[in-house]
């Protein structure tokens, strides 16, 4: 099992910089991939970027050349850097983990989520 904890939401105005933690822990090592998503008021949870543990990071448009997804070596600690932010980044951020385990020929796999954590742009 992985749990997974966000922290480092808040108000910011826009143009400023935020950066959003997620702290991991079970077991770590069946953890293929992870993420940041994001869910304003109405909308759909949308994915914001990942990072993939045999390597590639991916960002969607909207954030590119704004936000840095980096993961620590342990994968204990996963953070979103934030930047130029603006009023359409608010919304409540996820963490988001994918896991596989077992043999090849019978494999398990899960998809786990943190709790959320509010991030509001706005002057």
């Known amino acids: 099992q992985v749990h997974l904890v966000e922290s480092g939401g808040g108000l910011v105005q826009p143009g400023g910089s935020l950066t959003l933690s997620c702290a991991a822990s079970?077991?770590?090592?069946?953890?293929?991939?992870m993420g940041w998503y994001r869910q304003a008021p109405g909308n759909q949870r949308v994915l914001v970027a990942s990072i993939i543990m045999r390597g590639g990071v991916n960002y969607v448009d909207s954030v590119k050349g704004r936000f840095t997804i980096s993961i620590s070596n342990d994968r204990s600690t996963m953070s979103l850097q934030m930047g130029s932010l603006r009023p359409e980044d608010t919304a409540v951020y996820y963490c988001?983990?994918?896991?596989?385990?077992?043999?090849?020929?019978?494999?398990?796999?899960?998809?786990?989520w943190g709790q959320g954590t509010q991030v509001t742009v706005s002057s």
């Open positions: 079970g077991r770590l090592r069946t953890i293929d991939s």
């Open positions: 988001n983990a994918k896991t596989s385990w077992g043999p090849v020929e019978a494999p398990s796999s899960s998809t786990v």
